[in-house]
């Protein structure tokens, strides 16, 4: 039997001056999962009821526990994984690939989709996070990731990076840092972006 559909939520810095992204993100997490159940179904596959792994991005406390499932993904890539990161979880995404992390444990396996969003710091060893509009930054191994995209917005005074590497980026207006990941638009959009993702790059897509 083939490897169950994953998708991760990171959220993000407990400290930040509301809430953290936890409720949203496992929101976002569980829609995914229940929107590859869907396609599973239909395709006569059975479907997964554990698939959604919640880890706290807050700091990167959780980056070694991220790091083993992407490991035991890259051992066994017959499914798909999808990584969803809000804020601080986001720079957990982003530091697997900054420090090279991400290629030791995918070996050749590419990541299904990918969801950073409002990424305001780029390391956790700098207390600063962005505060410029429409700021981009690099993202090293993106041929690892099948489909990804950045959600942020720019109109509070912690601005998300605007381009990550080559993914695609979609702009929220009418929030902040601190409320983009309780957007229904968001809560809608990244389930979508996911859930297509996985059924033009899972082990249920057309095979040319």
Same mark, same amino acid.
């Given at each position: ?6 998708? &991760? ?5 407990? +400290?930040? =001056? ?8 496992? !929101? ?16 006569? @596959? ?19 526990? @991220?790091?083993? @499932?992407? !490991? ?5 890539? !017959?499914?798909? +994984?999808? +990584? ?7 720079? #957990? ?6 420090? *090279?992390? /991400? ?10 989709? &990918? ?41 509070? +005074?912690?601005? *998300? ?17 601190? #409320?983009?990941?309780?957007? =229904?638009?968001?809560?809608? /959009? ?13 082990? #249920? /897509?057309?095979? #040319?």
């Amino acid at each position: 039997m083939s490897a169950r559909p994953l998708v &991760v939520g990171l959220n993000g810095w407990g +400290l930040l =001056p509301g809430p953290n992204g936890r409720e949203g993100i496992d !929101a976002i997490g569980k829609g995914i999962l229940a929107g590859i159940n869907s396609h599973r179904i239909e395709g006569g @596959l059975p479907a997964y009821t554990n698939g959604y792994v919640p880890l706290n991005g807050g700091d990167g406390v959780d980056q070694v526990k @991220l790091r083993g @499932l992407m !490991a035991d993904y890259g051992a066994d890539p !017959a499914d798909g +994984l999808i +990584l969803v990161g809000y804020s601080d979880g986001a720079t #957990t995404i982003h530091r697997e690939f900054r420090k *090279g992390f /991400a290629r030791e444990s995918l070996k050749s396996a590419c990541l299904t989709f &990918v969801a950073l969003i409002d990424m305001v710091r780029e390391r956790f060893s700098s207390p600063f996070v962005n505060l410029v509009s429409n700021k981009a930054i690099p993202l090293q191994d993106a041929h690892l990731i099948r489909a990804g995209k950045v959600y942020y917005q720019n109109s509070g +005074l912690w601005q *998300g990076f605007a381009q990550i590497g080559p993914l695609e980026s979609m702009r929220f207006e009418g929030v902040d840092h601190v #409320t983009i990941d309780q957007s =229904p638009l968001l809560l809608r /959009a990244v389930i979508y972006d996911a859930v297509n993702a996985y059924r033009l790059h899972g082990p #249920t /897509a057309p095979r #040319t």
